[in-house]
């Protein structure tokens, strides 16, 4: 795709990541989930000092994908690595190297900023993008088990010890 470029994510393009973030939850079957608004996006990814990062994906000037990074650290490396939190293609042009080009591009930012890795999680189900990820030369990291604590788990385990 000779037209499709990729720029920083801006405030501008707030609407656009939260249809994205919609999109790509009503695709992995967790739309009840996506609590985020466009002041949580404008907060987090276009404040002075983002602790997260966005890219836009752009088939000459419309937004056909994004993705969202943030910055992590390996004790074991003494480097930091890359996180892809998102990364999202609309249907219709899946195929067509927007996927692709997103990846590389933080490759490089990765190798720019000197990171020893560069990380993501996919759903287990998700067969068409662990093949895609493979292709590339991903390996999964089947000996790690991620855990969560979110809502009132979250809130107890931060509670002052009696």
């Not at 990541?17 to 466009?38: G, M, N, Q, S, W």
């Not at 987090?44 to 994906?57: A, D």
């Not at 219709?92 to 999680?121: P, V, Y």
Request: hydrophobic content about 40%.
């Amino acid at each position: 795709m000779s037209d499709l470029h990729i720029r920083p994510a801006a405030l501008e393009d707030t609407d656009q990541i939260l249809r994205f973030i919609r999109d790509l939850a009503i695709y992995e079957k967790a739309e009840h989930e996506v609590l985020a608004t466009p002041e949580h996006i404008q907060r987090t990814l276009f404040c002075p000092e983002p602790k997260v990062h966005g890219l836009m994906c752009l088939a000459g000037d419309r937004p056909v994908g994004f993705a969202v990074y943030f910055f992590n650290y390996s004790t074991w490396q003494g480097r930091h690595g890359l996180y892809l939190e998102d990364l999202y293609v609309a249907p219709e042009q899946r195929g067509a190297g927007a996927g692709k080009a997103l990846l590389r591009h933080l490759a490089r930012i990765a190798l720019d900023n000197d990171c020893g890795r560069f990380e993501w999680s996919v759903l287990d189900w998700n067969a068409p993008s662990i093949a895609f990820y493979e292709s590339l030369g991903a390996e999964a990291q089947s000996e790690w088990v991620r855990y969560r604590l979110t809502g009132d788990a979250l809130r107890r385990l931060a509670a002052p010890a009696h």
